[in-house]
Nanobody, 113 residues
Framework: QVQLVESGGGLVQPGGSLRLSCAASGFPVSSYAMYWYRQAPGKERELVASINWGGDTTNYADSVKGRFTISRDNAKNTVYLQMNSLKPEDTAVYYC??????WGQGIQVTVSS
């Protein structure tokens, strides 16, 4: 069955970097659009980044453009979110999603000094 498992979250200081991973099983990531979302306390879940099935088109929320990069490794069947120049407002639970209604369990990212 379809499974998405996020890893790589944690606590980081402002200005720091983290790389989130989304290990997929049950389907090839090369055949589906993949997404990263986040949800901060008291706020709605928002789309952060997406990559199309061909892997040649990416899109980002205005709040993360120039700082975050979505990518994938077809051989490892994994999607990544490289997050640089992190800000306290990036603090949230981050979720991986496959095209359709398949979600990971989420992983906490906390940006704080």
């Amino acid at each position: 069955q379809v499974q998405l498992v996020e890893s790589g979250g944690g606590l980081v200081q402002p200005g720091g970097s983290l790389r989130l991973s989304c290990a997929a099983s049950g389907f090839p990531v090369s055949s589906y659009a993949m997404y990263w979302y986040r949800q901060a306390p008291g706020k709605e879940r928002e789309l952060v980044a997406s990559i199309n099935w061909g892997g040649d088109t990416t899109n980002y929320a205005d709040s993360v453009k120039g700082r975050f990069t979505i990518s994938r490794d077809n051989a490892k069947n994994t999607v990544y979110l490289q997050m640089n120049s992190l800000k306290p407002e990036d603090t949230a639970v981050y979720y991986c999603r496959r095209q359709g209604a398949y979600w990971g369990q989420g992983i906490q990212v906390t940006v704080s000094s």
